[in-house]
Nanobody
């Protein structure tokens, strides 16, 4: 049984930082590209960042470039999202997802349907 579990969300002031973690079990982690998505109340889901199976390729939404950094540790079956210089507009539920794909990451922010497994989400709230 595959499980994807996010952690690390919370309440932070604008300008602050958080690091989200996502651990996947029940799958061969390095067979999967990993992505972070977010969805705020009343808004559509947005691809935030993604990373290829070996960490060699990464992509970011324009809204987070230069502030967020994605990384993965295949030995720990974990992907991270370091979020710096947080803004109130970053407030959202953040979801981690796994996609059984190799290759680069040109597809991974726009094609949420390509992901096979999703976590339950972790809330990030940024106060002004």
């Amino acid at each position: 049984q595959v499980q994807v579990v996010e952690s690390g969300g919370g309440l932070v002031q604008a300008g602050g930082s958080l690091r989200l973690s996502c651990t996947a079990s029940g799958l061969t982690f390095d067979d999967y590209a990993m992505g972070w998505f977010r969805q705020a109340a009343g808004k559509e889901r947005e691809g935030v960042s993604c990373i290829s199976w070996n960490g060699g390729s990464k992509d970011y939404a324009d809204s987070v470039k230069g502030r967020f950094t994605i990384s993965r540790d295949n030995a720990k079956n974990t992907v991270y999202l370091q979020m710096n210089s947080l803004k109130p507009e970053d407030t959202s539920m953040y979801y981690c997802a796994a996609a059984a794909r190799y290759g680069g990451t040109t597809w991974c922010l726009a094609r949420a349907y390509e992901y096979n497994y999703w976590g339950q989400g972790t809330q990030v709230t940024v106060s002004s």
